[in-house]
C-alpha cells in the first residue's frame, strides 16, 4: 500500500509553491485508480475550500496518449481555480501549458451514491444549465508521462485553473450536443476546433460517467456543481501574454487572458 496522507500533503505542498515532483516508482505513489483516488479526497481535506465542480480528463483517446493514462480520470475543481469570464490569470510554471474548449453542466439536482447505474434520462434530468467552459490543465509532476493513470487521479486529474462561462440563454438538449462544433481562439486567431462528440461520445455520455464513477466512489455530485466536460478538438499550446476564447457558437463564449 502506498502512503496515502504523505503522497496527498506531498501533492498539497507542491500545488501551494508552484514547484514540481520528480516521479520514482516506489511505495509512496499509488498503483491503483481506488488508491488515487483515496489520495485525491485526502488532499480535498488538505486544502478545506468547497469544491466548486468536477473536471474529467483524458475523455479522448489522444489525451489519454498524450499523459500515458489508460481511461478517463475524475478531479475536483475547487473554488480558488475557478473564475469568471473575461479572468485574468498568472501563467505560473504550468508545464502543460495548453487550453481546452469544454461543455459545461450545472446541477440542479443531487445525484448521490446510487447501488445501479444512472441512466442517459436520469443525468439528462439533473442537468439545470449550459455554460461554455475553458480550462488551464496542469500536473504537479514535472513528467507527467511518468505516474499514469493512479498518479494522475492522486494529482487531481491535472486541475489547475477552469473559466466559467455564463449560462447560455439558448434552448439546448443535452443529448445532442455529441453534434454541436466548437472552436478555439488564441489572439482571435482560430487554433482548433471540434465537437462534442470529442469528450467520450458526448458530453451527456461524460456527465452519466462521472455520475457513475463518483457514486462507485461513495460521493456524488450535488445540486449547484458543475462538470466540465473533457476536451473539444485538441489541447492547444499557451503561453504568457495571450487572450484565450473558448467559443460554442450559439450556446455562448468564455476568455482569459494569461500574465
Known amino acids: 500500500m502506498p502512503d496515502l496522507d504523505r503522497a496527498a500533503e506531498l501533492i498539497r505542498s507542491y500545488w501551494s509553491s508552484g514547484d514540481a515532483i520528480d516521479y520514482i516508482k516506489g ?3 499509488p498503483d491503483t485508480a481506488e488508491e488515487g483516488y483515496a489520495i485525491q479526497a485526502l488532499l480535498a481535506e488538505l486544502r478545506g475550500e468547497p469544491v466548486a465542480g468536477w473536471k474529467i480528463a483524458a475523455t479522448a483517446i489522444a489525451g489519454r496518449d498524450h499523459i500515458n493514462v489508460d481511461r478517463p480520470l475524475a478531479g475536483r475543481l475547487f473554488s480558488s481555480i475557478c473564475h469568471a469570464d473575461g479572468a485574468v490569470l498568472p501563467f505560473g510554471r504550468n508545464r502543460m501549458a495548453v487550453a481546452e474548449a469544454e461543455f459545461v453542466f450545472t446541477l440542479g439536482n443531487d445525484l448521490p451514491p446510487t447501488n445501479s447505474p444512472y441512466t442517459e434520462d436520469e443525468v439528462a434530468a439533473s442537468i439545470q444549465s449550459l455554460h461554455p467552459g475553458l480550462e488551464l490543465p496542469d500536473s504537479r509532476f514535472r513528467d507527467f508521462t511518468l505516474p499514469g493513470t493512479a498518479g494522475l487521479i492522486a494529482d487531481n486529474a491535472c486541475a489547475c485553473n477552469f473559466v466559467l462561462g ?6 439546448f438538449d443535452a443529448a445532442s450536443l455529441a453534434s454541436h462544433t466548437t472552436s478555439l481562439y488564441i489572439n482571435e486567431e482560430q487554433v482548433t ?4 462528440s470529442d469528450a467520450l461520445g458526448g458530453p451527456l455520455n461524460a456527465m452519466v460517467w462521472i ?3 463518483l457514486s462507485d466512489l461513495g460521493i456524488g455530485l450535488t445540486a449547484g456543481q458543475f462538470v466540465t466536460t ?3 478538438g485538441m489541447p492547444s499550446p499557451i503561453k504568457v501574454g495571450d487572450t484565450i476564447r473558448a467559443d460554442l457558437g450559439d450556446y455562448g463564449s ?4 494569461l500574465l
Do not use: I, M, R
Not at 476546433?193 to 462534442?196: A, F, P, T
Open 27 to 29: 511505495d509512496l505513489w
Open 166 to 171: 455564463d449560462a447560455t440563454t439558448v434552448e
Open 193 to 196: 476546433s471540434g465537437q462534442g
Open 211 to 213: 455520475a457513475n464513477t
Open 230 to 232: 473533457g476536451v473539444t
Open 254 to 257: 468564455v476568455s482569459a487572458t
